[in-house]
């Protein structure tokens, strides 16, 4: 890969990771509830998710999902629901659920690890819920993929996606905790889960009218 390609490639796939999108939303609600440290943990399901969409991609099975109309319809639909569902779960969760360090409802006994795996499965759903994803694996990583040594540009391409999304996972995560941090009082608590309640459902409404690429 030509280095000029990947100075090129660095500004644009990290706007694409600061993209808020559901995924950010998370960090940034779970850094207000559970601080920096659970989020970015919690984070690593995402990480997971993109790693395997990646491996999807490089094998170029990313360019069949999206030329199946119905295998692009399942994706979309199941992801949008699973954002609307969480929006709504978000959007009615009480002030003392949003309190750093309080429980889930229904969680009072949930262990550390036990949250950070809920949590860790919320991440990789709602990534791996998402066709827009594997999008930009397909159509954006090909155009600074060195053909003459496609799998190690691609491998690189993709270690650089996660790194940099790791690094905007920990930018949102901190301002989610600064966000709780300066947010006391229930009232206010209840009015930060209803926004991101009401964005997670928006997101969810967009995404199940997203289309399928036209090839």
Known sequence: MLLQNFWLFLPACFALNMAFGPNNVLSLSNG????????????????LAFAIMIAIAGLGMGALLLASETLFSALKFAGAAYLVWLGVKLFRAGPAQFTAGASNAGADTESPSDKLR???????LVAAGNPKAILIFTAFFPQF????????????????????ELVAIAIYAMLGAKLGAISGGASRFRWLNRVSGAMMIGFGLALAFLRRPQS
């Open 32 to 47: 207000a509830r559970d601080g920096v440290a659970c989020s970015v943990t919690a984070a690593f399901g995402r990480l």
């Open 118 to 124: 809920r949590l860790a499965k919320q991440e990789f």
């Open 145 to 164: 993929v060195d053909r003459s040594a496609y799998a190690v540009s691609f491998l690189v391409l993709g270690a650089t996606f996660l790194l940099l």
